[in-house]
Every structure is written in structure tokens, then in C-alpha cells.
């Protein structure tokens, strides 16, 4: 069986945990002080050699993206946070910067000191008000106690940090859409090459990682690469915060070894919902392909959930029972993706409106035979055809859904309409409400 | 000589409010190698002196920035945060994303829509309340979830919500379930999402039990991760200034095992050493 391994969330059941002291007698800053006595391409060595993957989603190893950087060229050289959860299902990093924001802030000090960064930005969604009190104050006490500013503890390091509030726009998730925000334009994804590493901030060499990313650095540093990569599988090393929400008894964050089961987290939730069995579910986020109980003994690691056909993203397991419609759930993912298309390239722009046209008609009791092989041709224009990774996560959901479940899509077109309650699957009893046309236009209307 | 800073901008702000907000605008930039990046906090910043991003702010920020009014109104009307219409005091924002929609999401803002009288992006006659669907905002655990000002109202339910927005409207306090001790106003919200912050850090919990579902679990079975003989000593507790009110527990020496951090709550690498 797979423990639970307490590093992020370690601190989170004290009392005022988001306090520096509270953090420093747990052991907090012993990491950035060790840091501090190393060499930075050391640094950079040990969070290659502890196998430390993108937290956000995409995987990719952190000390190999660190390195990237060019040989400094005496200019400035960028840390950029990516707090800008927005991912649905995804809620790992709010809660994190809520309970102890002083993981991140020793992370990014540790972090820049290594890739040579003296300005770096937490650049954190504007839709959370207190967790954007409990950052700027966080920062304000690492500065006071040394950790940030001129020479931090005596090293000579200088480093500022500056914590930025996004204004509600899930793009600026995208690294790139996320500085050309924080450089005051439109969130709007760049292309690539050339790669934040070489051009980004500024157009000036850029690191950008998740929050749970870097708030894994400190433990790294402070207990060494093997300790971290004792943790986890061969190829997906170190703890991760797994995240369940949905038709689960104890919903929540449990932090974990990666390569757990959801059969072992859902042991360990008290199951799906009592009287109810698990129908899909999201192993990583809405866009991730979704799996059914066929794959609850897939290792949460991200090759074997690459195996299965889907991807280990941020480690959202959203739970769903056999209430839900699979449609009105891909409906309502869909009419988000076309809320937040940036609008740049057409394939998402013109392709997720249409999706979403599509699905409308089908749950409403209004589709027609061939509306499902024009559901996957419409995906299939989309997927790998968009400028960045949205497009191919808006089809995951339908394209995923429609191969799973194809006699449900089916059954809301031969009996025109959705065969659910739709109050079935809520957590209290209620009368759906009966819409008229021109009255308010409620809340499946689609559209924000 | 000093100008008059209003001859200098075609926005209709009076003097005195030209100067503060060319003072915040000021700070804002100081904070970026490169003022353009200031946009976003500036016009968080108009919102909270107009509650919502108007004609005069789109010139403020232009003439600030040396940019045109249209770059940033392009820049405006990307974010759904700035309103292009006046706001009421309290975004009251349900979330309709699929996993909360289902969890009663739908239900929630029928309701609430129902009981307002208004719709999406509208606004209560009395100027209280503007209702709306929000997309996923990172509490899935918690769901379903209303967001009033961007606090966390966690576990709602039609009753719950009707009744949170009933107080907003009679100008009562409500009380977040992961927030702040009360919920400030929009034009509040605005100027602290601008990066002025109002000293309210310190209230409210740091979790909610979803949040401590797993910890919890390895607290009573005496889980923990692998240690490790190469963990760094603790460090010194550095008192960084006033926490709470004088006398509140923020005071309060370390008394209790937990403030010391002994038993199960040690870290990874404590045992070696």
C-alpha cells in the first residue's frame, strides 16, 4: 500500500500556518541557507538529479528547464512564478499559497539564486483575494527577516520579488500568454521558438514553473536529491499534491508518492459517494482524456497515464457518479474552453464556438443523426492545429467522452433530450427550473 | 512651477483625485523594470475609484503609460475581471464549470437568479449585487462554490447562497468560509488587487478541512515522508513585527508541543540528526 508523505502540506495544520516564524520552526529556510553555500550550477544539478517535473501540468523537468538559460550576458535574467491556477478540477496550488505561501517564497529565492535572477514575479490569478493578502504579506516578512532583498544572509545575493494579480483569464496559464500579461498586454500565447529560456520576460532569459514546482525546491535542497527521488516511480520521481473533488466521501488534498492508484486515494477518501459507483473521471484536469473504473489501477505517474491514453496534468481527480451525464459535462467543459480562447488563432476561436454549438443541440434534444462524426471531424481540426496547448484541451473531454461513451451521445439524439436529472447528481435536493425564452437565461445558457 | 495636473489629462478626474492616483500609478511602475507591465495593477486600480474600468480610467492609464486609449482598452476588454459597466458593491459569482455545475452549481445560480431578478453580468436595481456564472476558481474540493469579491464561500447550497445574498443587500457583514473576517467592498477588492494590500492577511483560517483531508490521515496513521541525514539544522524564528491585536494569540509564546514542532510533525530528516 502507498503512504501519504506529508512535505508541502506538512505545515498546513498549524496554528497561523502562513506565518514565516510558524514555517521557520518547522524546519522552513534551512533550504535556502544550505542554498546559499553552494555553488548555483550545483544547485541547478541537484534538481536535475532529483527528477523534479513540472507541477503545472506539462512535465517537464525543472532543472533541465533551468538550464536552458544562456551563459549570463551581464543583463537580467528572470524567475517567473506561474500562479495562475485556473485549470478545472485543478486546486492544489491555491490552496498551498493560502495555508503556507512561505514554501513558494523560500522556492523562489533558492530558484533564482540558482539561475542567477536578482527581480523575480509571482504572477498569481486575480479571483483570489486572500490568497493575493496572504502572498504580499509573506513577502513583506521574508523581506524583514532577510531572505529577500540586499544581501540575503550575508551572501551578497540580492533579490526582489514582485506578486502580480492577474484580471480572470485562464490563457495566462499558457507561460507565454502569462508574460506577454505581465508585460501589460492582452494574455495572448507567443510563438515558439523562441522559448522563455532564451526570450522571454522582457525578451530577456526566463524561467517560468508552477507553484507547487517551486515550493518543492526547498525540501530537495535541504534533504538532497535522493531523499526526493526515493519517492515516486523510476521516471516520475518525488511527492505530488493529488486533488479530489466531485462524488467522493472526503474530498480534499492528499499528498503523495506519484505512481499512486486512484483505488488507493479513494481507500483513503471513503470512496465514491455512498450508494453511487464511480462513472469517469479526470486524472489530471478537464484536459485530460477521461478515464472510467477501467484505469482506477493506473499508476498516477506520468508515463502510465500516458499509457492509458490520457496525462497526468496537474493531478485533478475529479470524481464523477453515475448521475452525471457524460454530454452536459463535456457541454459545460466546452463552453468554457470557447469563453477562454484567447482568440488568436482560428482553429480555437472558430473550433470551440462550434463545439460548443454542437453539444448545445445534441443535450437540448435538438441533434441529428451525423452531429457525433461531425463532433470528432470538428476535434480533429483542432487538435495539434492551434497555437498552443487550449485547442488540444478542449477536444480531450469530447473526443475522450464520445469514444467511452457513444450510446449515451446517441440516446440524447434518438430521444431528443437528456435522459439524466440533472438533480440527481447534486448534493441537495432540488426542482430543476424550467427556462422560457426571453426570461433570465439561467445557468446552462452557456456563454459568460 | 508645478502644473496643474489637470490641465495636463483629458480625463474629467478632479485635481485631487488626478494626484492620487498618479501617486499609486507611481508606485505601481516602480515595482516593474519596464512601467507597460504596471497596466494590469492600474487598472485594478481605476476600479476602485470608479467601480469599474471607465472612459476617464482608459485615458488615465493611456496618458500615464504614453500609450493610446485603444491599446488599453484592447488590453481592458480581455480580462473579465474589468467591468465595462458600472459594478455593484458585491460580485456575487457562482461557479458553473462542470464539476461544481453538477454539484449544484446550476441550482445555486437559478436560484440566486431567480431571487435577484437578475441575470448573468447584471446588476441588482439597488446597486448591491452583480450576479455571475465564474469559471473554475481553484476550490473544487470545496464545491459547490460562490465567490463574493473573490472570498472562498465554500459548500454552498440555494438556501445558503439566497441567504448570504440577502445579508449583502441589506448591508450586513458576511463572513468567508477561507477569507477575510468580512467581505470588502468591490471598490476595496480593487485597490488590493492593484497591489495595495489592507493589512487583513492575518484574519481567517489557513485551511479548510478538504485542504487537511490527507495530512490528517497521515497524522493518524503516523505517516511521513522518508527522512533523510542530510536535512539543514531549524532555524531561529525571526519576529517580523506586529501579527495580531496586542494580546491575541499571535502573542502568545510557543507553550504547546505543536509550537515546537515535535511527534509527528517533524520534518523529513529530523530522526538523523
Known sequence: ?448 | MTADPQAATKTGYDAETVASLTADATAIMARYPDPRSGLLPMLHLVQSVDGYVSRDGILFCAETLGITAAEVSAVATFYTQYKRHPNGTYTVGVCTNTLCAVMGGDAIFDELSDHLGVGHDETTDDGAITLERIECNAACDYAPVVMVNWEFFDNQTPETATALADKLRLGDDVVPTRGAASVCSFKQMSRILAGFPDGRADEGVGAGEPTLAGLKIARERGWTAPSSGQAGEPVEPVETGPVGKPGSSAERPAATPSDTAVGKDKKPGEDAK
Open chain 1, 1 to 448: 500500500m502507498t503512504t501519504l508523505t506529508p512535505v508541502l502540506t506538512d505545515t498546513w495544520d498549524k496554528d497561523r500556518s502562513w506565518r514565516l516564524a510558524t514555517y521557520e520552526r518547522a524546519g522552513g529556510y534551512a533550504g535556502l541557507k544550505k542554498a546559499l553555500t553552494m555553488d548555483p550550477a550545483a544547485l541547478v544539478q541537484t534538481v536535475k538529479d532529483s527528477g523534479l517535473r513540472g507541477r503545472g501540468g506539462a512535465g517537464f523537468p525543472t532543472g533541465m528547464k533551468w538550464g536552458f538559460l544562456p551563459p549570463p550576458d551581464g543583463g537580467p535574467r528572470y524567475l517567473v512564478v506561474n500562479a495562475d491556477e485556473s485549470e478545472p478540477g485543478t486546486c492544489k496550488d491555491i490552496p498551498l499559497m493560502l495555508a503556507s505561501p512561505q514554501h513558494l517564497i523560500e522556492g523562489v529565492a533558492i530558484t533564482s539564486f540558482a539561475i542567477g535572477c536578482d527581480h523575480a514575479f509571482i504572477y498569481v490569478r486575480g479571483e483570489v483575494l486572500h490568497v493575493y493578502r496572504r502572498l504580499l504579506n509573506a513577502v513583506e516578512e521574508a523581506y524583514k527577516a532577510g531572505y529577500l532583498g540586499k544581501n540575503i544572509q550575508g551572501s551578497g545575493f540580492d533579490l526582489d520579488v514582485t506578486v502580480h494579480a492577474g484580471a480572470g483569464a485562464y490563457i495566462c496559464g499558457e507561460e507565454t500568454a502569462l508574460l506577454d500579461s505581465l508585460e501589460g498586454l492582452r494574455g495572448q500565447p507567443r510563438l515558439k521558438p523562441p522559448f522563455p529560456a532564451v526570450a522571454g520576460l522582457y525578451a530577456r532569459p526566463t524561467v517560468v514553473n508552477n507553484v507547487e514546482s517551486i515550493a518543492s525546491v526547498p525540501a530537495i535542497v535541504a534533504n538532497g536529491a535522493d531523499w526526493f527521488s526515493s519517492m515516486g516511480t523510476e521516471k516520475s520521481q518525488g511527492h505530488g499534491l493529488f486533488s479530489l473533488s466531485g462524488h467522493v466521501t472526503r474530498p480534499g488534498q492528499y499528498e503523495a508518492p506519484l505512481g499512486i492508484t486512484l483505488r488507493e486515494l479513494l481507500d483513503l477518501a471513503g470512496g465514491v459517494r455512498a450508494g453511487h459507483e464511480l462513472k469517469f473521471w479526470t486524472p489530471g484536469g478537464s484536459s485530460t482524456p477521461i478515464f472510467t473504473q477501467e484505469h482506477l489501477d493506473v499508476p498516477l505517474d506520468y508515463e502510465s497515464v500516458g499509457a492509458a491514453g490520457s496525462m497526468l496534468g496537474t493531478r485533478a481527480l475529479q470524481i464523477f457518479d453515475e448521475t452525471v451525464c457524460v454530454v452536459r459535462a463535456a457541454t459545460r467543459w466546452t463552453d468554457f474552453y470557447a469563453h477562454e480562447s484567447c482568440g488568436k488563432c482560428t482553429p480555437c476561436r472558430e473550433g470551440t464556438y462550434w463545439l460548443k454549438q454542437v453539444l448545445h443541440r445534441i443535450e437540448d434534444g435538438a441533434g441529428q443523426d451525423g452531429d457525433l462524426e461531425l463532433l470528432v471531424d470538428l476535434c480533429d481540426n483542432i487538435l495539434g492545429r492551434a497555437f498552443c496547448a487550449l485547442g488540444d484541451g478542449a477536444v480531450s473531454p469530447i473526443t475522450s467522452s464520445v469514444e467511452l461513451f457513444r450510446d449515451e451521445y446517441q440516446a440524447h439524439i434518438d430521444s431528443h433530450g437528456c435522459p439524466f436529472d440533472p438533480s440527481a447528481s447534486a448534493l441537495f435536493p432540488y426542482t430543476p427550473k424550467t427556462r422560457t425564452p426571453g426570461t433570465l437565461a439561467g445557468a446552462g445558457a452557456g456563454g459568460h
